[in-house]
């Protein structure tokens, strides 16, 4: 029952090349930073990652999309990752852009052994009638196109059938766990992180804090450790390295001279 795992190369040897990786995070926060380095360390190529986004600020799966490790990501948002469209547009990456929902849904469905289901989301779009650019040809056109999917009626609506995520194996960050890989998201790290780590075959978690079996309250489990098979400590240092995208403050009030004594 003790899944922990002396270091993150270890949790991740078995990654090889061309496997498919659901990675949790969202932005900045709750990404796996720690195995992804491994996974960029271990020097394993054509991955095929499922996640939100594609890292930011050169960190997280920028680290391996900028080495030229990734061949295919399924995703939400590209957003200021200009490496990330540089690829997509240049026929270098083949990009699956799908509503966020709908990405969440996917991989919630996955984890839970439903094949398939229907939403609205994308009805009367691309998304359901295909020709959504999936790779370019480096010249302005589209080497491959999305197909279109099956569209039904159910009570005078109409839906479209998406097809639930399965992963070789799952990346995904926790503020606490423990030995039996039950885990405790903390804050908007509770976002992709539980669902990406249902739809792995082999889940892989890093965790901030390690406490023993009984350590955490029942109704306190965010993801039951029997979605997860694999658990790293961080160490202080990769626990407390949490990046900000953008750093604002708040100025202090003028006071204008009539309010001078």
Known sequence: MDKVVASAALAVADVTDGASLAVGGFGLSGVPGALIDAVHRAGVRDLRIVSNNCGAMDSGL?????????????????????????????????????????????????????PAFYTPAGVGTQVAEGGLPWRYDGEGGVALASPAKEVRAFDGAEYVLERAIRTDFALVRAAKGDRHGNLVFSKSARNFNPLAATAGRITVAEVEELVEPGGIDPDHVHLPGVFVQRVVVLTREQASDKKIEKRTVTGRPVVGREGRG
């Open 62 to 114: 920028a680290v391996l999309l900028a080495d030229g490790r990734i061949s295919r990501v399924t995703g939400s948002y590209i957003g200021a990752n200009k490496e990330f469209a540089r690829q997509y547009l240049s026929g270098e990456l083949e990009v699956e852009l799908i509503p966020q929902g709908t990405l969440a849904e996917r991989l919630r469905a996955g984890g839970a052994g439903i």
